[in-house]
């Protein structure tokens, strides 16, 4: 079965510091990983995603992850924390055996200060 | 493209009443998902479409959440009849193909009272 884990409910920075929200996961066949943000009442918007080829994959808004097969992570980060990149953040995970639907993690709260 | 569309976006009703719930899948798109966003459970898959057949709707609740995809641009999640449980956000999103990104709508955000 596939599974994403997220194991920090919240991360607290201070702009201009570098970020990382924690994600891991399993699946029986090869991942499928995905970054995306919920900002307050709205939607989710995709941020990035690793389906094959470079392990490092960068996407919108400056963010960046990382697959990591051994260690079975995929670590969103960027360089220079935005009070504005303050948001839900959530992985998933789609087993490319197994369906086209997204499991998704239980979210991570990023807090960022001025 | 407008994105995926969901309507209503908000809505309160009273325990015991049917809901309906809408989406516009992005034109073009042959996957269409619904998944459901609570506090508790975070974002559940309830079910999803392939070509307006239903695939895989193992994550439906109960035989209250029916869920239906006439043709490739319209569906509908319909809870009959509501609790206060059911309270929540519904996401309907879609998608073209496997390994896709996948897009969501703004959500319906549903208060059973």
């Known amino acids: 079965a596939q599974s994403v884990a997220q194991p920090e409910d919240q991360v607290n920075v201070a702009e201009g510091n570098p970020l990382t929200v924690k994600c891991t996961y399993s699946?029986?066949?090869?991942?499928?990983l995905f970054w995306y943000v919920q900002y307050p009442n709205r939607g989710l918007q995709f941020l990035l995603k690793?389906?094959?080829?470079?392990?490092l994959v960068k996407g919108s808004y400056g963010f960046e992850a990382e697959f990591n097969k051994s260690q079975t992570s995929f670590h969103l980060k960027k360089p220079s924390a935005l009070v504005s990149d303050s948001a839900l953040y959530f992985c998933?995970?789609?087993?490319?055996?197994?369906?086209?639907?997204?499991?998704f993690g239980k979210g991570t709260t990023l807090s960022v200060s001025s | 493209d407008a994105g995926v569309i969901q309507s209503p976006r908000h809505e309160v009703t009273e325990m015991g009443q049917e809901v309906t719930l809408r989406c516009k899948p992005i034109?073009?798109?042959?996957?269409l998902f619904w998944y459901r966003q609570t506090m508790m459970r975070g974002l559940e898959l309830l079910i999803y479409?392939?070509?307006?057949?239903?695939?895989?709707d193992s994550g439906m609740p109960e035989d209250r959440f029916s869920a239906k995809m006439p043709n490739a641009s319209f569906s509908t999640l319909k809870i009959q009849p509501s609790e206060p449980r059911d309270s929540a956000v519904y996401f309907c999103?879609?998608?073209f193909g496997s390994g896709n990104t996948i897009y969501f709508g703004e959500g319906s955000w549903l208060t059973v009272v």
């Open positions: 999103a879609s998608t």
């Open positions: 699946v029986s066949g090869n991942p499928y």
């Open positions: 690793y389906i094959t080829g470079d392990n």
């Open positions: 998933a995970v789609r087993d490319n055996q197994a369906g086209t639907a997204l499991i």
């Open positions: 034109s073009g798109h042959d996957y």
């Open positions: 479409f392939n070509n307006n057949v239903p695939i895989d």
